[in-house]
């Protein structure tokens, strides 16, 4: 299907199949799209709302682009990010998180990228931390693979993006690029921690998690509109497991986590959220401690190294309080 067609079909609110975003999305790749078109298509997609064979037809043309970070110990191997957005201004969670879920004999494949929707981005709060963030993808595998955690900065493997960069930018609102980000992992997972700023995104991208044949997952947002399992209030959560979607209310109080104010996880600048992430990996924080306890939890939950959420938040407390997370922390700046 050309764009122009796809384009006619979206004006009269006619979902595409999977096959018909991919043809769609490698035309645009091929540099055969025009700024207009690829503006028109984003949003119609957006005014019609994606579906989730839209979004895997997406995903899987840019997959193709993907230069691909080959480790070979795909068990326990994970991403834990999410799509960013949520205008809540919180310090960097999936990063401490990452880094903690590292400690515990999870292996981290870090996508993110440099700051766009907020002050401090996972590659710019990780530059901070003097964790670097610029392997190359034969290093990156190594460093996976030897001590649990890399960096992957999105820009350098997911080349696909770039056709769009433009548009995108010029837009100025969110499309299916911003859901599609998260998903183009250039490493083999087996487990995802994927947090959306949409509620009604969840069953979405959780099946196509399931599509994509993810063994655990987790999409999760937060009540209160965070990108992450929130300690302020309520999370919506969709889970993939054992080839189902399973879509619950997960409450932070059921699992002896307090409730707290929203302000309580605002974060600043990336030196700012630096020295957070490293009070939380030493066992200082108070709440800032407590949601990426519970969020930590989650990852090592997806990643199949306990059986549940709850044994994956006292998992993560064990591993800072023993001082493993910030020993770990310590082995990753040497890597």
Do not use: W
Not at 194 to 219: C, F, K, P, Q, S
Not at 278 to 295: A, C, E, Q, T, Y
Not at 312 to 331: F, M, Q, T, V
Request: proline content about 2%; charged content about 30%.
């Amino acid at each position: 299907m050309k764009i122009n067609d796809a384009m006619k079909k979206l004006v009269m609110q006619i979902d595409l199949s999977e096959d018909e975003v991919r043809e769609v999305m490698e035309e645009i790749m091929r540099g055969e799209a025009t700024s207009s078109q690829k503006g028109g298509f984003l949003i119609g997609l957006k005014v019609k709302g994606e579906t989730s064979e839209e979004l895997l037809g997406a995903v899987k043309a840019l997959r193709k682009e993907t230069v691909k970070v080959d480790v070979e110990e795909k068990e326990n191997l994970i991403d834990c990010c999410g799509t960013g957005g949520d205008g809540a201004n919180t310090f960097n969670i999936s990063t401490a998180v990452a880094i903690i879920a590292a400690s515990g004999g999870v292996k981290v494949a870090k996508h993110g990228n440099r700051a766009v929707s907020s002050k401090s981005g996972s590659f710019d709060v990780l530059k901070e931390l003097g964790i670097k963030v610029d392997y190359t993808k034969e290093e990156s595998k190594r460093v996976i693979e030897d001590k649990g955690m890399a960096f992957l900065l999105a820009p350098s493997y997911n080349k696909g993006m770039k056709n769009v960069a433009k548009e995108r930018l010029e837009l100025g609102t969110r499309t299916l690029f911003n859901m599609v980000g998260p998903l183009l992992n250039p490493a083999p997972l087996t487990g995802q921690l994927m947090g959306v700023y949409d509620g009604n995104l969840i069953e979405t991208v959780g099946d196509v998690l399931l599509n994509l044949g993810l063994e655990r997952a987790m999409v999760v947002h937060g009540d209160d509109g965070l990108d992450e399992i929130t300690t302020t209030t309520t999370t919506t959560v969709c889970e993939v497991k054992n080839g189902k979607l399973y879509k619950y209310i997960l409450n932070p109080s059921d699992y002896g986590i307090e409730l707290c104010k929203p302000e309580a996880l605002v974060g600043g600048t990336p030196n700012d959220n630096a020295k957070i992430i490293v009070d939380i990996l030493k066992g200082k924080g108070g709440p800032k401690r407590d949601i990426v306890v519970l969020n930590t939890g989650a990852a090592l939950y997806v990643a199949k190294v306990v059986d549940s959420l709850k044994d994956g938040i006292k998992l993560a407390r064990d591993l800072i309080y023993s001082g493993k997370a910030y020993d770990k922390y310590l082995e990753l700046r040497s890597a």
